[in-house]
């Protein structure tokens, strides 16, 4: 698995844990990131991820609100709303990663982390959003 690929799913995980409200970030660098398994470049990655992602957080789920027809964020499955939020976060800021790459990223490891229809809904959600930003 790539460099960006674990660092993408170590920010999905740690996302998912703040969405809940279970942990704290500072706990989250305290406690799981020491004990993932993975490289120390992937983890500095994915802990940057979360920081932007969570400091535009607002912004992201207010886009995320017009893009998902019918879908209040919280009806949406935990996995499914937080790579949703980490993509939103590369394809709008991240200027070094390219939107097909984001998408593409992101419907991948939804189904590793979820299921195979959260694909579809994740593409699609995320193809709006790719178009709006054209």
Do not use: C
Not at 22 to 45: H, R, Y
Request: hydrophobic share 45%; aromatic share 6%; no cysteine.
């Amino acid at each position: 698995m790539g460099l960006k690929r674990r660092s993408r799913e170590l920010a999905l995980q740690m996302l998912f844990q703040m969405d809940m409200g279970t942990v704290q970030l500072k706990d989250l660098e305290e406690n799981f990131l020491p004990q993932a398994s993975a490289a120390e470049a992937a983890k500095i990655m994915a802990l940057r991820m979360v920081r932007n992602t969570w400091d535009h957080l607002a912004e992201i789920d207010r886009h995320l609100r017009g893009l998902a027809e019918h879908w209040d964020l919280s009806r949406m499955a935990a996995v499914d709303r937080n790579i949703l939020r980490l993509a939103t976060y590369e394809i709008l800021y991240d200027s070094e990663i390219p939107k097909s790459v984001a998408i593409n990223e992101a419907i991948e490891i939804v189904k590793r982390f979820s299921t195979d229809e959260s694909g579809k809904f994740v593409n699609g959600i995320l193809d709006k959003l790719e178009k709006q930003t054209l």
